[in-house]
């Protein structure tokens, strides 16, 4: 089941739309973790990797996150292993 994924006080949602324009979030409440390419589903499952990015979301939100960087790997054809 996909959980809602809440809205940091940390995060301008605009700042991520301004860098990378209007593509595809992981995180499409904030716009964080872009996966409209292969080099960005890359980036965006080694971040969501990092400990102190995924402390940011409830444990929920992270598998989320993660599902949708999954999917996104498989469209892009790009091999990423579970950490």
């Not at 979030?25 to 990015?53: G, L």
């Amino acid at each position: 089941m996909t959980q809602k994924i809440h809205k940091r006080d940390d995060v301008n949602p605009g700042r991520g739309e301004h860098e990378h324009g209007d593509v595809e979030f992981a995180d499409p409440v904030n716009n964080k973790y872009p996966i409209d390419t292969a080099e960005h589903v890359r980036s965006a499952w080694s971040y969501i990797n990092h400990a102190d990015n995924a402390a940011k979301y409830e444990k929920g939100e992270v598998e989320t996150i993660k599902g949708r960087i999954r999917r996104a790997a498989k469209k892009h054809g790009v091999e990423i292993h579970s950490e």
